[in-house]
């Protein structure tokens, strides 16, 4: 008996195996879900020298506003203390956010509606008055907007 006969076999084997798992490779991503997409809408901003920083939803879809995240610099500088929106009281906020940035908000943020915070004086660097504010929001790991304002 020669050996030869066996590697027609192994060879077959071996392309049976390749497929079998290339196809199990194929299945396994064809199953996950895609990303998640990001909200399109458009919001404004407005800030004021006490502190107040406004953000209102003018078109587009509705965001859920537990999956918000807000990044505010003043003076190209961020805020030592970033707001855990939504939220009622945090370091670095007076209490009481209006809007999708408060935790008692309910239902999606829906174009017209305004969101509000306050920057407390204890949080630096504070907005004064010529001072341009940047706010980025983030719905989930997408960023939605990019806003600017001078107060």
Known sequence: MTDRAAVPVVGVVLLVAVTVAAAAGLGALLTVDPPATAPTASF?????????IRVTHRGGEAVDPSTLRVR???DGRPLAEQPPVPFFAADGFESGPTGPFNSAYMGPWTAGETASLRVASTNRPT?????????RLYAGDHRIATLETTV
Request: glycine share 10%; net charge negative; proline share 5%.
């Open 44 to 52: 404004d901003c407005a800030a004021t020298a006490d502190g107040e």
């Open 127 to 135: 907005p004064e008055a010529g001072a341009t504010v940047e706010l």
């Open 72 to 74: 505010v610099r003043v």
